[in-house]
Every structure is written in C-alpha cells, then in structure tokens.
C-alpha cells in the first residue's frame, strides 16, 4: 500500500507561487497521484491528478519526478483564497478502496 | 454539475440513539463513500460501496453500519450513537475506481450529547 507524507503546514504570500510536496517512496506501477483542496466546513475538492512528469490545468500543476517516490502540487500566484488543507492521495483508479487515506494534509495558510 | 447531497448539515442526538445519515447522488456514480473528519486526525474512511447491496469497510467501520438499496442513496447508521462519535461526516461519490475524482457532499456535523 502506497502511503504518502507531506508538510503539517506552510505558510506563504499572496502572489508567491507555492509548491507542496508529497512523498510516496512504495508507489505502485498502476498507482495515480491526486491532490484535493478543502476549505473549512466543506469536503475536499478534486485539484489535480497525475501518472508521470507533468501534468497542469486552470488551478494547478503537477510534477511527478521519473522515480515517482514524490510529486509536487504548484499553485501560481496564489491568493488569501487559496488557503485550505491539500491532501496528496496515491492509488490505483482501477482497484478498490485499499490505501485510501486522505490523512492530515498540508495546511496552507497565505499571507497579505 | 454533480451534486451530492447528505440530509442534514448539523444533527444533535442522544447517547443511545439509533442515527441515520443519508446521502443521495445524482450522477449515476457507482461508488459511494462515508468519511468521518475529526481535528489533528484528518480525513478517514469509515466504509465504501462499489455497487447496490455492495460495501467494503474502510478504516474504522467500529460502531457504523451502512445501506445502499438503490445505486443513488447511501446511509450510514449508528446503531447506538456514543459521544466519541460526535464528528463531522462526509459523504462522497465517484465513478469508475475510488481513486478517480471523488465528489463530496457539505458534510453532517454530527453532535451526540
């Protein structure tokens, strides 16, 4: 079972281009990488999801290292909004439920 | 726009009391979920189903119980609610594998006094 660890918190400006990172040392070759968004008193919001290298879309990017141990979440210029709990989640999108962990996630706090 | 729906956002029951969270869905999803949120625990699976009449328990189904009779509806049930389990209950769905994109309801704050 892949499991993943990433930050408690970070802290960072409005403007800044932030990048939390996700570490997944025993992923699996059929594993995906994704990334939710939540904001207080709401579930978590899909962001993101990847296999390899680099993936991006409105809200995000996502870049995934050749090994796969780690993947990094890039948010561009980010805003008071942005701040949220990010969960990194690593499995099969053909499987069951095993390892499905969110976890803690990385707490993002943006700063005027 | 997908919409997941669960029936109540804040519930206070009693010690005791039989509890039924429901959860509706109406994307043709066929796997629905049930979370509980707890502070400094995160986000954690209490039981997944993959089809009508399917379940799979998850992390800690101690103490829950879950119905799926028809594809779009989704309970969980408390048999005999207790004060550890005041929490905040979310319930998502997804098509395809629980790893692809799940959508998740506004959450139940679940208060048993």
């Known amino acids: 079972l892949a499991k993943t660890t990433q930050p408690i918190s970070m802290d960072s400006y409005e403007g800044q281009e932030v990048n939390i990172t996700c570490s997944h040392n025993?992923?699996?070759?059929?594993?995906?990488i994704t990334w939710y968004q939540q904001f207080p008193s709401q579930g978590p919001r899909f962001i993101i999801q990847g296999y390899k290298t680099k993936v991006t879309n409105e809200v995000a990017s996502l870049f995934i290292p050749a090994d796969r141990k780690s993947s990094t979440l890039s948010l561009p210029r980010v805003s008071l909004s942005d701040t949220a709990v990010y969960y990194c989640l690593v499995g099969d999108s053909g499987g069951g439920a095993d390892g499905l962990t969110f976890g803690k996630g990385t707490h993002l706090i943006i700063q005027p | 726009d997908v919409k997941v729906t669960q029936s109540s956002r804040y519930l206070v029951k009693r010690t005791g009391e039989k509890v039924f969270l429901e959860c509706v869905q109406d994307m043709d999803h066929e796997n629905m979920f049930w979370y509980r949120q707890d502070p400094g625990l995160g986000l954690r699976l209490i039981y997944f189903s993959y089809d009508v009449k399917m379940k799979e328990k998850g992390d800690i189904p101690e103490g829950y119980s879950v119905s799926r009779e028809k594809k779009e509806r989704f309970s969980l049930i408390l048999e005999s609610a207790s004060t550890n389990q005041t929490s905040m209950y979310l319930c998502?769905?997804?098509?395809?594998?629980?790893?692809?994109?799940?959508?998740f309801g506004p959450g139940t704050r679940l208060t048993v006094l």
């Open positions: 025993n992923i699996a070759t059929n594993d995906y």
């Open positions: 998502a769905s997804s098509s395809m594998g629980p790893f692809n994109e799940q959508f």
